[in-house]
T-cell receptor, first 108, second 115 residues
Framework: KNEVEQSPQNLTAQEGEFITINCSYS?????LHWLQQHPGGGIVSLFM???GKKKHGRLIATINIQEKHSSLHITASHPRDSAVYIC??????????FGTGTRLTIIP | DAGVTQSPTHLIKTRGQHVTLRCSPI?????VSWYQQVLGQGPQFIFQ???????GRGNFPDRFSARQFPNYSSELNVNALLLGDSALYLC??????????????FGPGTRLTVT
């Protein structure tokens, strides 16, 4: 069964802390996406990756294909980073299978 | 350039009614996918359309249907609404729908409440 699991479900941290959100999946994938969803509901694509590592500003995404695992890191976290972060994967086609999300709250 | 747009933004319907949700993709994008997100859960895939043809269907009953128009916009229709259909319905567009994996761009969603 094609499954995506995220951890933790909820994460609260102080401003400035280094944040790590984890995603694991059950079988081989074509690509993995990290998405950000704010309380209004809209989803923004942060990264799409199939190998290695990508960096954009304070955000870093890594993927280990052999271990079927990806991490999203946020450096120098800020209250505006508070959102739900969702991992989603393509199991060989364009259909996205989503994790349940990690609710991140950054306290000033 | 405009992003993915969806209408309406909010909708309240009664059980048994029918609803039509609309999505306009980013200009140049030919693939549209629909997702349902129930409160507190991750989105679930409903349909993908590419070049007006259905390319994928998730595990949803036949009450759910969709179509894509020549201008690549799309409609999601839900008949005989149930309370459990209350959710945020998200539309996403991408450049292509065959082979290759492309980034999907999401619209703001339509929040449907069934009473």
């Amino acid at each position: 069964k094609n499954e995506v699991e995220q951890s933790p479900q909820n994460l609260t941290a102080q401003e400035g802390e280094f944040i790590t959100i984890n995603c694991s999946y059950s079988v081989g994938i074509s690509a993995l996406h990290w998405l950000q969803q704010h309380p209004g509901g809209g989803i923004v694509s942060l990264f799409m990756l199939s190998s290695g590592k990508k960096k954009h500003g304070r955000l870093i995404a890594t993927i280990n294909i052999q271990e079927k695992h990806s991490s999203l890191h946020i450096t120098a976290s800020h209250p505006r980073d508070s959102a739900v972060y969702i991992c989603a994967v393509n199991f060989g086609n364009e259909k996205l299978t989503f994790g349940t999300g990690t609710r991140l709250t950054i306290i000033p | 350039d405009a992003g993915v747009t969806q209408s309406p933004t909010h909708l309240i319907k009664t059980r048994g009614q029918h609803v039509t949700l609309r999505c306009s993709p980013i200009s140049g994008h030919k693939s549209v996918s629909w997702y349902q997100q129930v409160l507190g859960q991750g989105p679930q895939f409903i349909f993908q359309y590419y070049e007006k043809e259905e390319r994928g269907r998730g595990n949803f009953p036949d009450r759910f249907s969709a179509r894509q128009f020549p201008n690549y916009s799309s409609e999601l229709n839900v008949n005989a609404l149930l309370l459990g259909d209350s959710a945020l319905y998200l539309c996403a567009s991408s450049l292509t729908g065959t082979g290759g994996i492309y980034e999907q761009y999401f619209g703001p969603g339509t929040r449907l409440t069934v009473t």
